[in-house]
């Protein structure tokens, strides 16, 4: 395993890290979404896995067009019977000294053995993670029996890299025609409003974090404006235009879309009725909904949001219903 910091390796081929997963498909002979449901995974059949016996190999990117982040491997099982740790945590102990986290555990009576992990071990360093998880049992997979999973991880830090100064550029360029804007409507909800990949203080660090993983896994959603950050507070979100330069954007404190006016947009009110939960309302903009806010079920705000969208050239306000189960 002396080459895990440069890249993984699957069968005979080796793959840097900072391989987009697009590229480490035609390296591996492969479409992305190959053995999977999304086009940004792919399961492959293997036999071996850093000499060890293996069933297939998972390869996980932010999208085609971003680098892959992890590689985990389901472990052939070393003989029939109930998995042995040591069988590969002491290998890889000799190759990568002890692990820096272990955890073992005794199998619950009433569990399966085969869905437990008994034991689980970590090894770490600033650019990448090794991880290893062994089953109570042997685990049915594709492709055979499972005893475990070997995993690598790359750092997200080190991923972001050659993405993160153009996201910023899409950053200083939203604040640069948010100066003027030419209607804007703030909305009061019930409850404070997540901010996406942040919790607690915003250290220096943290905002680090938070733009490297905005860059890999989602970069059209940038940094709210100052001028309009300081008309909002974590209960409020505003919507927005500048017909100027032909935008319309919505945006909580620090999470804003930006979208060309007369665009097609797919916007989402959801309404949940009480049930075993309390019910809520949510609004979606974007692709899978990726910048949304909540309130309460049948919350005003929600309401009249949705309705100044449906206003809006281009977007298309679809209601859904059902009960908070």
């Not at 939203?174 to 100066?179: G, K, P, T, V, Y």
């Not at 916007?267 to 949510?282: C, D, N, Q, R, S």
Request: charged share 20%; aromatic share 10%.
């Amino acid at each position: 395993m002396h080459d895990i910091q440069n890249g993984f390796r699957i069968g005979g081929q080796f793959v840097s890290w900072g391989t987009t997963l697009a590229e480490a498909c035609r390296l591996l002979g492969i479409q992305p979404g190959h053995g999977r449901h999304r086009a940004e995974e792919v399961r492959l059949l293997v036999t071996s896995a850093y000499g060890f016996a293996a069933v297939s190999a998972h390869l996980d990117a932010p999208a085609t067009d971003r680098p892959v982040m992890g590689v985990a491997f389901e472990l052939a099982p070393a003989e029939t019977g109930t998995p042995e740790p040591e069988t590969w945590a002491a290998p890889l102990s000799e190759r990568l000294g002890p692990p820096d986290q272990m955890t073992r555990s005794e199998i619950p009576s009433y569990a399966d053995p085969a869905n437990s992990v008994p034991f689980w071990a970590r090894w770490e360093s600033p650019e990448i993670s090794v991880g290893l998880s062994i089953f109570g049992g042997l685990r049915k997979v594709e492709g055979g029996q499972s005893a475990g999973i070997l995993s690598l991880g790359w750092s997200t830090r080190l991923a972001a890299q050659p993405y993160m100064e153009e996201w910023r550029m899409h950053v200083a360029r939203l604040s640069a025609m948010a100066e003027r804007p030419s209607q804007l409507r703030t909305f009061v909800l019930d409850w404070p409003q997540n901010t996406y990949w942040l919790t607690g203080d915003a250290s220096p660090e943290a905002l680090a974090a938070r733009e490297a993983q905005i860059s890999l896994y989602q970069p059209a959603l940038l940094d709210t404006p100052a001028n309009i950050a300081a008309k909002l507070n974590p209960q409020s979100f505003a919507l927005w235009n500048s017909n100027e330069h032909g935008i319309w954007c919505a945006s909580t404190l620090r999470d804003s879309v930006m979208f060309e006016i007369g665009r097609p947009v797919q916007a989402t009110w959801v309404e949940l009725l009480p049930a075993k939960g309390a019910g809520y309302a949510m609004l979606q903009l974007g692709k899978h909904g990726f910048w949304y806010v909540q309130a309460r079920h049948g919350s005003r705000a929600i309401r009249d949001a949705a309705e100044m969208l449906a206003a809006f050239p281009g977007v298309t306000v679809k209601q859904e219903g059902g009960y908070d189960c």
